[in-house]
């Protein structure tokens, strides 16, 4: 049995797994499995109840301001001529490099809704 349940704006799958249930959060959260369907929906709003950030998260649409800022950033740090200048073998494009690459994970995981320090974990 699968369902959804919405809340405060929040919605959540309720799942069966076995003999219990978990709630599953669309910001990545799942409960602890439970003995019935509505238990995994009190959870779920104790959730969202609890963590300040998930309403945040929910207004913005599912989007991390301070990781689409720092993606900005580096792809204004890649057009620009940079700290090191293009007329010195190779290095002077390394930067640029590097730039773009930090563009476009801050970009693609802030616009999913994982702050920096998420999005970077994955990527070291």
Do not use: Q, T
Request: with cysteine.
């Amino acid at each position: 049995m699968n369902s959804f349940h919405e809340f405060e704006g929040s919605k959540a799958k309720i799942e069966k797994e076995g003999k219990n249930f978990v709630a599953k959060c669309g910001c990545g959260w799942s409960s602890d499995p439970v003995g019935s369907g509505e238990e995994a929906v009190v959870e779920f709003e104790k959730h969202v109840k609890s963590d300040p950030k998930h309403e945040i998260r929910e207004r913005e649409g599912g989007k991390s301001f301070g990781s689409v800022f720092l993606g900005l950033l580096f792809l204004g740090y890649a057009v620009s001529p940079g700290i090191i200048p293009y007329s010195v073998p190779i290095v002077g494009w390394l930067d640029n490099i590097f730039a773009l690459v930090f563009d476009v994970l801050f970009l693609r995981r802030g616009w999913n809704g994982k702050s920096p320090r998420e999005a970077l974990a994955g990527f070291f």
